[in-house]
């Protein structure tokens, strides 16, 4: 997969592909990572790539003709159709689903805007969508961009170290179609002042095990996220689950 990304500040770029899960699809060939500066692409002594919003108000609107110019660069420099995203708090509130319909995707550029953002004419001609990462303002779109990055990275075949690792992430929905929260994890020492693993991870009981993991997910879904699971669409061993969870939470036996 190849990832574009224009931004007034493309070293940003290197330090997304640099480390971690992404670092390690680019190096081991999965992903690519490419930054263009539309400074580069605009004319003038001062290559300008903003002006005054018409209409008047605060702040400065990023011109059409620079970015055009990079978006222009970035469309030729590969012959894969690009799918160009926006980084923009009017977007589509990113989740996984949308996540693993990027990753699938052979080229993805993301476009982040900065000051009060872009003239809506180049958004309107050259972007194929918006999406935001949450209800909130940040200074441009660079971080969003690295959120979407590392995102995508991990859904690339051979990026982790355990194929398992993204199938049993938080947001995953299972074959039933429910989207639930991870369940809690535990490492060594098993004692500790702040306390002690749950007995059942050091039974060796595999299927037990997998039974706790999903009553647990399943209880902290529905105390943290309720949103995301549908109680009455669960299977009667599930439901029976969460409902022991219920009775043991209320009693203080949970580790949540």
């Given at each position: 997969?190849?990832?574009?990304?224009?931004?007034?500040?493309?070293?940003?770029?290197?330090?997304?592909?640099?480390?971690?899960?992404?670092?390690?699809?680019?190096?081991?060939?999965?992903?690519?990572?490419?930054?263009?500066?539309?400074?580069?692409?605009?004319?003038?002594?001062?290559?300008?790539?903003?002006?005054?919003?018409?209409?008047?108000?605060?702040?400065?609107?990023?011109?059409?003709?620079?970015?055009?110019?990079?978006?222009?660069?970035?469309?030729?420099?590969?012959?894969?159709?690009?799918?160009?995203?926006?980084?923009?708090?009017?977007?589509?509130?990113?989740?996984?689903?949308?996540?693993?319909?990027?990753?699938?995707?052979?080229?993805?550029?993301?476009?982040?805007?900065?000051?009060?953002?872009?003239?809506?004419?180049?958004?309107?001609?050259?972007v194929d969508e918006e999406l935001s990462i949450g209800d909130y303002v940040l200074s441009g779109g660079e971080l969003p961009a690295a959120v979407v990055v590392d995102a995508v990275a991990r859904l690339q075949e051979g990026a982790l170290n355990d194929a398992e690792s993204a199938a049993?992430?938080?947001?995953?929905?299972?074959?039933?179609?429910?989207?639930?929260?991870?369940?809690?994890?535990?490492?060594?020492?098993?004692?500790?002042?702040?306390?002690?693993?749950?007995?059942?991870?050091?039974?060796?009981?595999?299927?037990?095990?997998?039974?706790?993991?999903?009553?647990?997910?399943?209880?902290?879904?529905?105390?943290?996220?309720?949103?995301?699971?549908?109680?009455?669409?669960?299977?009667?061993?599930?439901?029976?689950?969460?409902?022991?969870?219920?009775?043991?939470?209320?009693?203080?036996?949970?580790?949540?």
């Amino acid at each position: 997969m190849r990832v574009d990304i224009v931004s007034l500040f493309p070293e940003f770029v290197a330090q997304v592909a640099g480390h971690g899960v992404v670092g390690r699809a680019v190096e081991r060939g999965l992903l690519s990572v490419h930054g263009w500066n539309p400074r580069d692409h605009a004319e003038g002594n001062y290559r300008r790539v903003d002006d005054r919003p018409f209409g008047g108000g605060p702040g400065m609107v990023m011109l059409i003709e620079p970015l055009q110019a990079a978006l222009a660069a970035v469309r030729a420099a590969d012959p894969a159709p690009p799918h160009v995203v926006y980084l923009s708090p009017q977007g589509r509130r990113l989740d996984q689903a949308k996540v693993r319909e990027l990753a699938a995707r052979p080229r993805l550029v993301l476009l982040c805007g900065r000051y009060e953002g872009v003239d809506e004419r180049l958004l309107a001609a050259a972007v194929d969508e918006e999406l935001s990462i949450g209800d909130y303002v940040l200074s441009g779109g660079e971080l969003p961009a690295a959120v979407v990055v590392d995102a995508v990275a991990r859904l690339q075949e051979g990026a982790l170290n355990d194929a398992e690792s993204a199938a049993q992430d938080s947001f995953e929905a299972g074959p039933d179609g429910q989207r639930l929260l991870d369940c809690p994890h535990y490492t060594r020492p098993v004692e500790h002042a702040l306390g002690t693993v749950p007995e059942v991870l050091l039974s060796g009981n595999h299927a037990a095990i997998a039974r706790w993991r999903r009553q647990q997910a399943l209880g902290r879904t529905w105390l943290r996220r309720p949103d995301l699971i549908d109680r009455e669409a669960l299977a009667p061993a599930d439901r029976a689950l969460l409902e022991a969870f219920l009775r043991d939470d209320a009693a203080g036996k949970n580790p949540l």
